[in-house]
């Protein structure tokens, strides 16, 4: 929460044209192959949309705010499959 207040602050203060929210998950899932990966992608989507709903709580008009869920892809860590990495499990903002 106070990360994500920092951001929305900080667009107020630098010339921000747009606000990228990526969301991404470890590679470990409930449900092994293209299910799971399908499932983290959903996940990656909902973690990065809760993030722009904070946003929006405080004070980013929502059309400057772009979501993207990457799923699996682009770990922060690398791992072996199936396997549970908190750090991957992120948000990322970008401020353009």
């Given at each position: ?6 951001a ?29 990966e399908?499932?983290?992608?959903g ?17 980013v ?14 770990p922060l ?6 396997t ?13």
């Amino acid at each position: 929460r106070e990360i994500v207040a920092e951001a929305a602050q900080a667009s107020t203060h630098v010339q921000t044209t747009r606000i990228e929210v990526n969301g991404y998950t470890d590679n470990s899932a409930a449900h092994p192959g293209p299910r799971g990966e399908k499932y983290n992608m959903g996940l990656s989507m909902r973690r990065a949309d809760s993030v722009k709903a904070e946003l929006i709580r405080d004070g980013v008009p929502a059309n400057a705010i772009d979501i993207h869920g990457y799923g699996e892809a682009h770990p922060l860590v690398p791992t072996g499959p199936d396997t549970r990495e908190p750090q991957n499990r992120r948000v990322e903002i970008i401020l353009h």
